[in-house]
């Protein structure tokens, strides 16, 4: 029995795996069989509702394919629209899009605002209604009715604009725009409008249709700096939202669609154009009669004359950006939203800045082919003193100082002959001026002629564009001209430029593209010694009850090392010989040291001057927003002569600081004024005839005075039954004229800019 034992347990064991494989196999059949007869069930199930032949291709496929086609679209609608889910992913979403501030210029003067209005907030009814129904007659009808979106709305806009051959009208409801407000920007790309209406449908799920159409009343923009209708109502026409008439309704209901341009301080005959657009809009829509708005017809609204209050727009925009980037840099526990901030702004500099290119282009813009024009002028801390984004704000809120991206020309050159004095060149370093190529780009100086050896002063006096370019290659050594270029692009992060400045071989003479804002600051790590600064508008921020919240000398970023004292001092020595004896005569100021560098980019479309004093820094532009050249404008002619202007006015009262390098400059020689005319030709290189004289605004505002006078005069005459009054009445209109046309002919003996 003993011997059996083994055989016994190999037995059972073997048993026990016959057993478990018989239990699998019956399992997996059972269930295949199982799974088979359910199939089948469901087939016979199913075949009661096959659909074929005609049927099948008519209804059945094309539903299918709708099917699975919406399934894929719903995946990428939802894909693209995280971007809006993170928007509203912060509790405080509303509070973000309710800054309201109150600015004063560096000396405590109030000088405008932004932002929405938190006192005396108008509930929703008490807004008039005539006021509610034009805004709902003339943005959406169907406001009450549809779920954040307008799809019939949307496909008759779809379907107008294709007739029109443009777009003609909008199909965004209320709620959309509300939503564009709070969270997106104003940009025209299909991802904004697809986040657009995702937070649409949002918001109506958040909010009720009155909230919501109480936060559009109270956050749309509405012109002139003012936000929400009440603000409008202030601004254009002295009262409250509560006491518009109808015809003052209408003409708030047209600024939504495009505040600027029916704004009624700018351009009242287009404002009382759409408000009549507004009117039609409520009898189309059946909420008033033709009976009723024709009294309104009749009497359009009158806004208040605001075109003598001059407000530094560009800057007040320019820093409020910068207040909203700031205020979230606050504790979250931090919720006030009602702030008084101190800017950096010199409203007389300001004024000189504004008075200074409407003058240039007014006199000289025409003749040069030049439209536009920006300027900063900054002080060595970094503190914007002044800033022009554009000729007329009323016609355009592009800040061309802030967000428009010009090529420097030869004002980038500074950067690249600052790297070679970081390797071992000298002012006085020389360099052979001569033919250079890099690849199959051979650049060329002004005048396709070159002066042989020349020292780096020279080079940048006479802004010669082979020397750069050689430069860059010695500065890359054995690892090419690439890493020459690599050098000098460090340098001008060191100095604050942060726009992209791709690698290209004319980077070296100024073929990548910045800002006016960061070309004027940079220039001031020149003056400071080598220390670069940040721009900043902002002085000082504090609550609307007055508690100090933050200072810019005390929580601000500090001044950083980027170049050498002794390096900035030798650039200073360098660009001083610009003002002085090369391409920027004009910008020379009466006994203040001063330094700079033109710039002129190819086809002459943009033309800079970029100069600093121990003071002040200040770059200017002039240019074409289509980027269509100038006629032959260099920076040598208005933008120098610009600077000249401005700077003046700057140091007004102001104590003159010598600058590293320099010291306290010279007087300007002065020559009598028989001999002033004779000697100015050779004192200013390219000299071209000016256009012809154009008077200025002050002499064009006295004519239109004389020309009244004369009406006046003339009405009188026709008056007089007396031969001998009439006889009079000439005498009175020649001496009425003698003084304009003095005016005039000083005008004609003033010299216009030239060209260098």
């Given amino acids: 029995m003993a011997q059996n034992t083994p055989s016994n347990w190999k037995s059972r064991v073997r048993n026990f795996f016959l057993d478990l494989d018989a239990r699998i196999d019956s399992s997996l059949f059972s269930s295949a069989k199982g799974i088979r007869e359910l199939y089948e069930r469901y087939s016979t199930f199913m075949d009661r509702f096959y659909v074929g032949r005609w049927k099948r291709w008519v209804f059945i496929e094309p539903l299918s394919e709708a099917a699975t086609l919406g399934l894929g679209g719903l995946i990428l609608l939802l894909t693209l629209a995280i971007p809006a889910f993170r928007e509203t992913a912060d509790e405080d979403w509303l509070k973000k899009s309710d800054l309201a501030v109150t600015f004063l210029d560096r000396y405590g003067n109030p000088i405008g605002s932004?932002?929405?209005?938190?006192?005396?907030?108008?509930?929703?009814?008490?807004?008039?209604?005539?006021?509610?129904?034009?805004?709902?007659?003339?943005?959406?009808?169907?406001?009450?009715?549809?779920?954040?979106?307008?799809?019939?709305?949307?496909?008759?806009?779809?379907?107008?604009?294709?007739?029109?051959?443009?777009?003609?009208?909008?199909?965004?409801?209320?709620?959309?725009?509300?939503?564009?407000?709070?969270?997106?920007?104003?940009?025209?790309?299909?991802?904004?409008?697809?986040?657009?209406?995702?937070?649409?449908?949002?918001?109506?799920?958040?909010?009720?249709?009155?909230?919501?159409?109480?936060?559009?009343?109270?956050?749309?923009?509405?012109?002139?700096?003012?936000?929400?209708?009440?603000?409008?109502?202030?601004?254009?026409?002295?009262?409250?939202?509560?006491?518009?008439?109808?015809?003052?309704?209408?003409?708030?209901?047209?600024?939504?669609?495009?505040?600027?341009?029916?704004?009624?301080?700018?351009?009242?005959?287009?404002?009382?154009?759409?408000?009549?657009?507004?009117?039609?809009?409520?009898?189309?829509?059946?909420?008033?009669?033709?009976?009723?708005?024709?009294?309104?017809?009749?009497?359009?609204?009158?806004?208040?004359?605001?075109?003598?209050?001059?407000?530094?727009?560009?800057?007040?925009?320019?820093?409020?950006?910068?207040?909203?980037?700031?205020?979230?840099?606050?504790?979250?526990?931090?919720?006030?939203?009602?702030?008084?901030?101190?800017?950096?702004?010199?409203?007389?500099?300001?004024?000189?800045?504004?008075?200074?290119?409407?003058?240039?282009?007014?006199?000289?813009?025409?003749?040069?082919?030049?439209?536009?024009?920006?300027?900063?002028?900054?002080?060595?801390?970094?503190?914007i003193r002044a800033m022009v984004g554009g000729r007329d704000y009323g016609a355009s809120q592009f800040n061309r100082a802030t967000d428009a991206y010009r090529q420097p020309g030869s004002s980038f050159k500074p950067y690249v002959y600052t790297t070679a004095l970081l390797n071992g060149f000298t002012p006085n370093s020389k360099i052979v001026d001569g033919p250079v190529c890099i690849g199959n780009w051979c650049p060329q100086n002004y005048g396709h002629s070159y002066s042989g050896q020349v020292t780096l002063t020279q080079a940048i006096t006479r802004s010669i564009n082979v020397v750069p370019v050689k430069l860059s290659i010695t500065l890359g050594g054995k690892d090419g001209p690439k890493a020459g270029r690599a050098k000098i692009v460090e340098v001008a992060r060191r100095f604050g430029i942060t726009a992209p400045l791709p690698d290209t071989p004319s980077l070296p003479i100024g073929s990548d593209e910045v800002t006016v804002l960061e070309h004027a600051v940079a220039y001031a790590t020149f003056p400071n010694r080598g220390k670069s600064v940040t721009p900043h508008s902002v002085l000082e921020v504090r609550t609307g009850a007055g508690d100090l919240v933050w200072r810019w000398d005390r929580d601000g970023p500090k001044p950083k090392q980027a170049i050498p004292p002794n390096i900035a001092a030798d650039m200073a020595g360098m660009m001083s010989h610009v003002v002085s004896e090369g391409t920027a005569r004009r910008a020379a100021l009466d006994g203040i040291p001063t330094a700079g560098k033109t710039g002129t980019t190819n086809a002459y479309r943009d033309a800079w001057f970029v100069g600093y004093t121990g003071n002040f820094t200040c770059a200017v532009w002039y240019g074409n927003d289509d980027y269509s050249p100038t006629n032959r404008m260099t920076g040598g002619s208005l933008p120098a002569q610009t600077w000249h202007d401005i700077m003046v006015a700057a140091h007004q009262g102001v104590e003159v600081r010598e600058i590293p390098g320099i010291g306290m400059g010279q007087k300007l020689p002065r020559e009598p004024i028989a001999n002033a005319q004779a000697n100015a030709a050779p004192k200013i290189l390219e000299t071209k005839p000016g256009p012809p004289p154009v008077l200025t605004k002050r002499g064009a505002d006295i004519l239109v005075r004389v020309e009244k006078m004369l009406d006046d005069a003339a009405k009188t005459a026709n008056k007089s039954a007396a031969d001998d009054a009439g006889a009079a009445k000439p005498s009175a209109s020649t001496n009425a004229l003698a003084f304009p046309q003095n005016y005039a002919e000083e005008n004609a003996n003033a010299s216009a800019p030239s060209k260098n």
């Fill in 114 to 383: 932004r932002g929405i209005k938190h006192n005396d907030s108008i509930p929703l009814e008490d807004f008039p209604d005539v006021l509610i129904k034009a805004t709902l007659a003339t943005e959406d009808r169907r406001f009450y009715d549809h779920f954040g979106i307008d799809i019939a709305g949307t496909a008759r806009a779809l379907v107008t604009n294709a007739q029109a051959g443009g777009v003609r009208q909008g199909g965004s409801s209320i709620t959309q725009q509300l939503a564009k407000n709070l969270f997106l920007s104003n940009e025209r790309t299909i991802e904004r409008k697809i986040n657009e209406a995702f937070l649409a449908i949002w918001l109506e799920w958040r909010l009720t249709k009155n909230e919501i159409l109480k936060l559009y009343l109270d956050r749309a923009y509405m012109g002139g700096g003012t936000f929400g209708v009440d603000g409008a109502a202030h601004f254009y026409f002295n009262k409250s939202a509560r006491d518009v008439t109808l015809a003052e309704a209408a003409m708030l209901a047209g600024l939504f669609k495009a505040p600027t341009k029916y704004a009624p301080h700018i351009n009242l005959p287009a404002a009382r154009a759409r408000a009549n657009v507004v009117l039609d809009n409520l009898v189309d829509a059946g909420f008033m009669t033709e009976g009723q708005v024709f009294g309104a017809r009749r009497n359009p609204a009158f806004a208040v004359d605001r075109r003598d209050e001059a407000s530094p727009n560009y800057y007040l925009d320019y820093a409020f950006d910068e207040m909203r980037k700031l205020v979230d840099t606050f504790p979250k526990s931090y919720t006030e939203r009602v702030f008084v901030v101190r800017l950096a702004i010199d409203t007389n500099v300001q004024k000189a800045a504004e008075d200074a290119i409407e003058n240039q282009l007014r006199q000289f813009g025409r003749d040069y082919h030049a439209t536009q024009a920006a300027t900063v002028v900054s002080d060595l801390d970094g503190g």
